[in-house]
């Protein structure tokens, strides 16, 4: 049998959807990490008064540092409006903002899944 071009489209375009499934994947995945590694950091801060840190001071340097009202963080609520919350209710947003990122991420899915099958079905 001869290869057409007309199949190679169809490939080409399968294998397009299938990359596009991944990334999308490796989005969720890297979204969901970010969060659980705040989230880690947001519950150790309050452990102490004050945090020794290496402060980047220029391009090349650091110098120490500390870190003082470890308790206090500032939230983005939208629209560059933001709240200081301590580091508990913050621990408490980023949850529910991962549980909603994914949530909407799954519905999308599920829309975009029955979608393509409609379109298989005509």
Not at 14 to 26: C, D, M, V
């Amino acid at each position: 049998s001869q290869a057409k071009p007309e199949n190679f489209s169809r490939l080409q375009q399968e294998h397009a959807r299938a990359l596009k499934g991944s990334q999308e994947t490796i989005k969720k995945e890297q979204f969901k990490y970010d969060y659980e590694v705040l989230q880690a950091r947001l519950h150790t801060l309050p452990d102490k008064l004050t945090h020794d840190i290496m402060v980047p001071f220029g391009q090349f340097g650091f110098m120490r540092g500390h870190l003082y009202h470890t308790n206090e963080v500032m939230v983005l609520l939208g629209d560059n409006w933001f709240a200081q919350r301590t580091a508990k209710q913050a621990v408490e947003i980023a949850e529910h903002r991962k549980k909603c990122k994914l949530c909407s991420q799954l519905s999308l899915s599920i829309l975009s899944s029955v979608a393509q099958l409609r379109c298989r079905c005509l």
